[in-house]
């Protein structure tokens, strides 16, 4: 224990460690939801079309198995921004890069060493699937989560610290969009691992995909409003936080 926390009160050193078990908590679903979307990533693509009540109008969505627990992720970008600040978002978005790195080490080193006999099959399937996703992701996981953090703070400061509905539903929303178009470009282009038909016009195809992945990530960020608002409020409360950080 350094000589700041020694110096404080027992009602201050017990909220500091509320605070660095939250913070590591929130880290550890940050990384570990990064960690199990990049191996999922595009192995199966899972169909939530629906029909809008009363106009018989069919809404196309065609999500990958690792998007769907994806918008976690800012989730927990955001709450460590307003609870931390924008130095420990940061850190936990460069952090979440290097694991994406140390998983694909893994998943080469193991399909480079020898066999020790029977079906492999499986494994290269997941380790293709794998590099697939992670190459596509990592380009637009630094971009979109970078995007999501400076967007939040900046706007925190035009608003004053008000409004934090709209730094939260803003900052993910525009992130996602640059998530979701660079995912889908980049899977297509460079990894070829998208269920397209060759037969029909590409650009549809994308574009349906593209919609689909956004469109379920802006309705889980506004889903997740309410219980950002209230999980503020109380871990405030719980941490010991007059006001929230800001740098």
Known sequence: MNDRVKNTTPSSRGHIRRREAVFIL???????TLAMLNVLGIARFVDL???LPGTGLRIPMVIAVGALPYPVTFLCTDFISELYGRRRANLVVATGLLLNLWVMAVIWVAGALPGAG??????????????SAVS???????????????LFHMWKRLTAGRHLWLR???????????????????????????PVDSDSALLPQLGVLVASGYAFKVIVAAA??????????WLNRYLGIKAPADA
Do not use: C, E, K
Request: proline share 1%; no cysteine; glycine share 10%.
């Open 224 to 233: 997740d409003t309410l219980p950002f608002y209230l999980g503020v409020a």
């Open 168 to 194: 939260n539903n803003g900052s993910t929303m525009v992130s996602q969009l640059v998530d979701t178009v660079a995912v889908i470009m980049v899977t297509h282009y460079w990894a070829g691992g998208l």
């Open 136 to 150: 596509a992701s990592m380009m637009a996981y630094l971009a979109a989560q970078f995007i999501d953090v400076q």
């Open 49 to 51: 079309s629906f029909t």
């Open 118 to 131: 029977g079906d492999d099959q499986a494994f290269f399937a997941i380790r293709r699937l794998a590099f």
């Open 26 to 32: 929130l880290s550890g679903i940050f990384l570990g």
